[in-house]
């Protein structure tokens, strides 16, 4: 099992609904989280990040921690086409230096 | 606050020749840098961990006599590309962090190009 899966989408959405993107990850991956989006052609930018179990919320993104069941979500409400964009779910692997990105999905919101 | 420069943003250089590529940490000081590099619609791929003062750490496959890493300060991290080739022609992309959170700020990429 790869340390942090995602599904590799497309995941297309309209305009205004919830775009919903998964993470999994393995026992070697267990204490922080986190959300990256990059655009084309661009850098990976943080947007979210997350420590405990439960949901965590900044402005129309809220992330979700499931330790029991290894997963960690990223919801964006009201979606824009702005937010069309690869999101990259990441964990540490060991330590605070160790982060290990997922492949990333490709989220296209549209109009 | 966190943010990271790079420079060049992009770069083209002729087969043979060597090409260093800087990431700074412009208001905070990084405790450990990182180097990506990223193919076309593929996945990141890390190349090697750099703490100041300390030799870089690459990873599996990363050639560390062709990718050359130094880390002279906490706000500023070099890569040179040593004899490039065509395949090195990619988008490389540094981070960093402070502190023990584990976040990583990226800066906004060098684009090379090797004809």
């Known amino acids: 099992q790869k340390e942090v899966e995602q599904n590799s989408g497309p995941l297309s959405v309209p305009e205004g609904a919830i775009a919903s993107l998964n993470c999994t990850y393995s026992d070697r991956v267990s204490q922080s989280f986190f959300w990256y989006r990059q655009y084309s052609g661009k850098s990976p930018e943080l947007i979210m990040s997350?420590?405990?179990?439960g949901d965590k919320e900044d402005g129309r993104f809220t992330a979700q921690l499931n330790k029991a069941s290894q997963y960690v979500s990223l919801l964006i409400r009201d979606s824009q086409p702005s937010d069309s964009a690869t999101y990259l779910c990441a964990g540490n692997s060991g330590g605070y230096q160790k982060v290990t990105f997922g492949t990333g999905t490709k989220l296209q919101v549209i109009p | 606050g966190a943010v990271v420069s790079q420079h060049p943003s992009w770069v083209i250089c002729k087969s043979g020749t060597s090409v260093k590529i800087e990431c700074r940490s412009l208001d905070f000081q990084a405790t450990t840098m990182f180097w990506y590099r990223q193919f076309p619609k593929q996945s990141l791929m890390l190349m090697a961990t750099s703490n100041e003062g300390s030799k870089a750490t690459y990873e599996q496959g990363v050639e560390k006599d062709k990718f050359l890493i130094n880390h002279a300060s906490l706000t500023l991290s070099t890569l040179t590309v040593t004899s490039a080739h065509p395949e090195d022609s990619s988008f490389y992309i540094c981070s960093a962090i402070t502190g023990t959170s584990g976040e990583q700020y990226f800066g906004p990429g060098t684009r090379l190009t090797v004809t």
């Open positions: 997350i420590y405990s179990n």
